[in-house]
């Protein structure tokens, strides 16, 4: 009883969330919004679109996860096949990874921003990229530990009295077992990547154009929902909902594909 | 007088602060079945663990003592364990295919030490899979999940893989007590037939399974070995009053 009403309590939520996005949001979706960059006087209700933020965000959370994938894949495969044996060690360093997932990423985002003041760096897509990545990748290295952690010990004693190397074993055997959990895990940190707005804030700046380099400011749909949303005229804030709807298509269409490739990979699974 | 295999000198094996393998000394005579006898918790499986160095994957553990292999102590003094381990095939309590198709679970240890040519792959596969008598029911079938075996199939595609990589010696660890009493025969013959080419090493709590395949017995209990010998002379005239007690049948 109590598992059916808090199921239904976060349906509901969702369902409510999407229904004002929509309802709001879909009349003034059109062409025009998806295709063109902001023109002179966009925020008071001009003529343009969001293109520099859809794109600008689509950049960032790519480029993020990549870049987090390069770096959590390898750490989560160590952590559960070199440090086998020091469990000690292995507890200590989820402990901090738990600790690095729990920081809000607006201290990821002022973090990042001192340094770059030091280095006398401008907000770039590039610097966005980074701090990015190293807020999201906590949120990938864990998902995989735990995709990792319930393979059976006698799958990696299987894998060893074949002669396999730590290396081989990770790559050929433990990366295929945990494939579907893998995948979760980058999708949940592109979803994370996409979605945030503090992160952003300081080190990716905002602009009205399309970024055409690294080094280049960028804008992103969180941003551009929030400085809509902040606009006193109703019209604006109607887009604000459009951009919203875009982000939440990003997010499905992403969840829909991953979880379809993780299937298909999934099916040489050991229960 | 046979060659023995593997030596094993004073091991003596400690997890945290459990004793688990007490001051062991016994050797595997080559080409013959030799079972590890005992009740459970006594350290068996510990014991044929240690013998491809399995145990390093345990934490906390402080092992002292020789195994030999071949003569050459494989804890001390050789450069690369994956050779050594290539050099036994393992088969587990439950059966552990890798998470791959029938076909790549038998190449899977060529294909790591540099074996790629197709048709020598094929070949492998068909003969090992006939060695482990299992080429019949999945030749039409080699690119579907080993995981969608029978636990049965699995074991015995768990044989043909540790075959493949053409050990010395085969381990196996109460292989038949997840088993079906079919497949159980089934693998118990391919042992018997197994044993002209292959060392193999066999640990049971089954008295019966002890009886009918092994040629030299190990019998161990609480982490000591109690007697070792000759299966015949072992069934027929055991020398230990623990030994007799556990032959009688009343034992705890």
Request: aromatic share 8%; glycine share 6%.
């Amino acid at each position: 009883m109590l598992m059916r009403a808090t199921c239904g309590i976060i349906i509901l939520v969702m369902g409510l969330i999407l229904f004002t996005i929509f309802r709001k949001g879909l009349p003034v979706l059109n062409w025009q919004i998806l295709t063109s960059v902001p023109k002179g006087g966009y925020y008071f209700g001009g003529e343009g679109g969001i293109l520099n933020a859809i794109l600008g965000s689509l950049y960032l959370a790519i480029g993020s996860t990549i870049l987090s994938l390069i770096i959590s894949l390898p750490s989560a495969l160590f952590l559960n096949i070199h440090l086998k044996k020091h469990q000690k060690l292995q507890n200590t360093i989820r402990l901090f990874i738990d600790v690095l997932w729990g920081i809000p990423s607006v201290v990821y985002g002022a973090f990042a921003f001192t340094i770059m003041i030091y280095f006398g760096f401008r907000a770039s897509l590039m610097a966005g990229i980074v701090t990015v990545t190293l807020f999201i990748s906590p949120i990938m290295i864990r998902g995989m530990d735990e995709a990792l952690k319930t393979i059976p010990n006698t799958l990696l004693e299987a894998a060893y009295s074949l002669g396999s190397t730590k290396y081989e074993t990770a790559y050929r055997v433990f990366l295929r077992q945990a494939m579907p959990g893998i995948a979760t895990a980058i999708l949940l940190s592109f979803g994370r990547a996409i979605g945030d707005a503090a992160s952003v804030l300081f080190t990716t700046g905002f602009t009205d154009n399309i970024p055409k380099s690294l080094t280049q400011p960028a804008a992103t749909l969180p941003l551009s929902i929030f400085f809509q949303l902040s606009s006193p005229i109703p019209e604006v804030q109607q887009r604000a909902y459009a951009a919203a709807i875009v982000l939440t298509v990003i997010i499905l269409l992403i969840s829909i594909t991953g979880r379809a490739i993780s299937f298909r990979y999934s099916k040489n699974d050991i229960k | 007088m046979q060659a023995d295999k593997i030596v094993v000198k004073n091991l003596d094996l400690k997890i945290e602060r459990e004793h688990i393998l007490k001051n062991i000394n016994c050797s595997i005579p080559e080409k013959k079945i030799t079972v590890i006898l005992g009740p459970s918790g006594c350290g068996k499986t510990t014991l044929l663990k240690s013998m491809n160095r399995l145990t390093d994957l345990y934490s906390k553990k402080i092992i002292s003592g020789a195994i030999e292999l071949n003569g050459i102590n494989i804890y001390n003094g050789i450069s690369d364990i994956n050779d050594v381990r290539r050099k036994m095939g393992l088969l587990s309590q439950r059966p552990a295919p890798l998470p791959m198709s029938i076909y790549k679970n038998v190449t899977y240890g060529l294909r790591i030490s540099g074996r790629r040519s197709k048709k020598f792959l094929k070949l492998r596969v068909e003969h090992y899979l006939k060695q482990a008598n299992l080429w019949e029911e999945v030749k039409d079938r080699l690119n579907t999940p080993a995981s969608s075996l029978s636990i049965g199939q699995q074991q015995r595609l768990c044989l043909a893989r540790g075959l493949a990589v053409d050990p010395e010696i085969i381990l196996a660890d109460e292989p038949t007590s997840a088993l079906d009493p079919l497949s159980s025969k089934a693998i118990e013959d391919k042992f018997v037939e197994l044993k002209n080419h292959y060392t193999i090493i066999l640990v049971t709590h089954a008295l019966r399974q002890a009886r009918r395949i092994a040629d030299y017995i190990i019998f161990m209990y609480l982490g000591e070995i109690i007697e070792q010998g000759d299966a015949t002379e072992f069934f027929t005239h055991p020398k230990n009053e623990l030994t007799k007690a556990y032959l009688r049948g009343s034992f705890n």
